[in-house]
């Protein structure tokens, strides 16, 4: 591990730093903090100090949800640890790398005795003993946490300042899985969404979110994962957009004690390096018209050998017919829908002009194959006379599609002949999880898509995580 740890990737060199740009039950979406919560009010300057703070916008986010991950740390560790939570005593430090005024800092260095500079696009936690210059702090560069907030809501800074204290956490309890860096990074972007929740909850007396905001965190959060076809035992790891996204939301499903206990050396991550068989020689999408074959192979496949021995029935495949523009008529699909299922003539659809060649062309590959997962879940549904147009459909079949692609992540997915012999199997090519998530963040508001049951992005993606984790029969099919 090096010695300070950051929101995104470290590049070659000790402080080079680089962006990286590249069960299924109902989660609570809350909206601002309830009449009954605290007033919601700025901490004085003078009560929680940032050192170089210029009190932008920002700066003034920042000191809120730090004053209130002090005090939210201080109520949560002793149960959760059995200790009191003493506050960090390196201190804090804002800077604009593009204007440093180094009288301001101490000796004129950061976290870790660090130059200002060295800040440049991110934010760390410089742990106790790392340099004995200012260690046990949190370094940001406000200009850019502020370029997140333009782009991705002004929470995000937060969720910033939440991660750099969960390496706090950390850094008086120890690190998990023997210090290897996705744990401990993903074990971080966890007690950020535990702490996200508290505040979803009205408990915070500085931070308001609203149901909105919870998209655009996971949106903001594509920015910070590796490059695709990054190893997850990297030594500098941090986690797929997936595996990042899935902390936060098991935070702010499980709190802080789940974050404590869920990552030990046996959790599984999706990032992964590419490799031959993996997609690598293609960079891991497959050509549209082997794509159109693989979602004609692999659902039936999938789910002919998952309905016997998960739920105790057979299944009898739907028709899958692409189309192009406009829905074929069926009652209950609308002529504009881009997927459906028609339960009169077993069919399920999706426009490839308007739906396939765009998603494929924006995300990739694996947005098409979850888009066609969605109306297919609700095929299974019908065969088992369950709903298919109401919220509780939708959330299954979202679910359905996680539990399909850890199948497929675990090569449980084969395709056979006509003499039932195997000849492939679906395999996972790095990134493909995190394009499942661009899909539902991308598409879940979409009517032409997702009809309108009062789902979130975020709501998608955490009932997606469900069906990985947990299976088929975690999906509402019984």
């Known amino acids: 591990m090096t010695s300070t740890s950051r929101l995104v990737a ?21 909206g601002q ?16 100090p940032i050192t170089g703070a210029a009190e932008t916008e920002v700066d003034v986010t920042m000191r809120n949800a730090l004053a209130d991950l002090d005090a939210y740390w201080k109520a949560q560790f002793p149960d959760v640890y059995g200790e009191d939570f003493p506050s960090l005593t390196g201190g804090y430090y804002s800077v604009d790398p593009n204007d440093v005024d180094e009288s301001l800092y101490p000796e004129g ?9 060295e800040v440049e696009q991110n934010a760390f936690y410089c742990p106790p003993g790392a340099s004995g210059v200012n260690d046990d702090s949190i370094s940001y560069d406000r200009d850019y946490l502020q370029e997140l907030a333009g782009e991705f809501g002004g929470f995000l800074p937060a969720l910033v300042a939440a991660h750099e204290f969960g390496h706090a956490v950390q850094g008086r309890v120890g690190y998990p899985a023997g210090n290897a860096s996705i744990n401990t990074e993903t074990q ?14 009205g408990n915070s007396s500085h931070q308001t979110i609203r149901s909105t905001d919870l998209d655009d965190l996971l949106r903001g959060y594509q920015l910070l994962r590796d490059p695709v076809g990054t190893a ?13 996204v899935s902390a936060v939301q098991e935070g702010y499903d499980g709190g802080p004690a789940a974050c404590r206990d869920n990552y030990e ?8 390096e590419f490799t031959e068989e993996n997609g690598g020689a293609s960079g891991g999408d497959a050509e549209p018209e082997a794509l159109v074959q693989l979602i004609e192979d692999s659902f039936p496949t999938y789910y002919e050998d998952s309905f016997p021995s998960d ?15 406009t829905a074929p008529s069926c009652e209950g699909v609308s002529p504009e829908a881009d997927v459906y299922f028609c339960a009169a003539d077993d069919t399920v659809g999706y426009d490839v002009t308007d739906l396939a060649d765009p998603a494929y062309s924006d995300i990739g590959d694996y947005a098409v194959l979850t888009a066609v997962a969605i109306p297919y879940g609700l095929a299974a549904r019908e065969q088992l006379g369950l709903s298919t147009d109401d919220q509780d459909a939708i959330r299954s079949a979202t679910c359905q599609a996680g539990a399909f692609s850890g199948a497929a992540l675990n090569g449980e997915i084969a395709v056979t002949d006509d003499q039932g012999q195997v000849v492939s199997r679906l395999t996972i090519s790095p990134g493909d999880f995190d394009e499942a998530v661009q899909f539902l963040l991308s598409y ?35």
């Open 10 to 30: 470290v590049a070659a060199g000790a402080l080079s730093l680089s962006v990286l740009l590249t069960g299924c039950s109902s989660t609570l979406v809350p």
């Open 33 to 48: 903090a309830s009449p009954a919560g605290p007033a919601i009010s700025d901490v004085a300057p003078g009560d929680f």
């Open 109 to 117: 260095a950061i976290g870790c005795g660090a130059d200002p500079r």
């Open 188 to 201: 971080a972007d966890c007690f950020a969404g535990a702490w996200t929740r508290w505040v979803a909850d």
């Open 232 to 244: 997850a035992d990297n030594e500098q790891a941090h986690g797929s957009y997936f595996d990042r």
């Open 265 to 272: 050396g046996d959790r599984r991550f999706t990032q992964a």
């Open 311 to 325: 739920l105790g029935t057979e299944f009898s495949a739907p028709t899958i017919s692409p189309f192009e523009g």
């Open 444 to 478: 879940g508001k979409d009517p032409r898509v997702f009809p309108d049951v009062s789902l979130s992005g975020f709501q998608l993606v955490d009932v997606f995580r469900t069906g990985y984790l947990q299976g088929l029969t975690a999906c509402g099919l019984s």
